[in-house]
């Protein structure tokens, strides 16, 4: 048996509902200490205008990876109350590692977002989808490592540099699958 629940919010709940979580938010940040404070309005700012990029840029996955890549700058704030430089070359690798991935992810939706008039790069700039797919993770993948490796001679892991860039720099050469994968498979 399935059973399905659907909720209605009409939008003036919904707004209040963003509102209430937005001031809560900003009031942690206020105790947290002054820098998130200062922080927590552009933080909101940057999420806020993500819902909205794909209607006017095709660069909507850079965005969402700045979005989830603001986590390691958050933490610098939160521990060290000061925006190192560790964190935003960490915020760089998660912002091209992110983008790669919602890039191959927006291959599934390039039919509907041509139809919705959506920017998104496969819908702007059609190619077949698995050499789209190919380039776009390559390059992404090696953004990512570049940024890793930036991390890790700063913050002298070099042991972790050794051990993690082997399999990064292999999965950026490999990539996506020259053929189809089918469910029988």
């Known amino acids: 048996m399935h059973i399905s629940i659907r909720i209605a ?18 009031a942690v940040c206020y105790f947290i200490n002054a820098l998130a404070f200062k922080l927590s309005f552009f933080v909101l700012f940057v999420l806020a205008f993500y819902s909205a990029f794909k209607r006017f840029s095709a660069l909507a996955p850079l965005v969402l990876g700045f979005c989830l890549g603001l986590a390691p700058i958050a933490a610098s704030v939160l521990i060290i109350d000061e925006i190192h430089i560790y964190s935003v070359i960490l915020c760089l690798g998660v912002m091209f ?6 890039l191959l992810y927006a291959l599934q939706d390039m039919e509907y977002d041509k139809k919705a008039g959506l920017y998104s790069i496969p819908a702007k700039f059609p ?13 992404l993948s090696l953004s990512m490592s570049s940024s890793i490796k930036r991390f890790t001679a700063i913050a002298k892991f070099r042991a972790l540099t050794a ?8 999965f950026a050469k490999v990539g996506v699958p020259s053929k189809p994968i089918s469910a029988a498979n």
């Open 163 to 170: 051990a993690i860039m082997p399999k990064i720099t292999a």
């Open 97 to 102: 590692w992110t983008a790669g991935f919602d």
């Open 9 to 26: 919010m009409s939008f003036e709940l919904l707004f209040g509902f963003i509102i209430v979580n937005a001031l809560i938010f900003v």
């Open 127 to 139: 190619m077949r989808p698995l050499i789209f797919g190919r380039l776009a993770q390559r390059g």
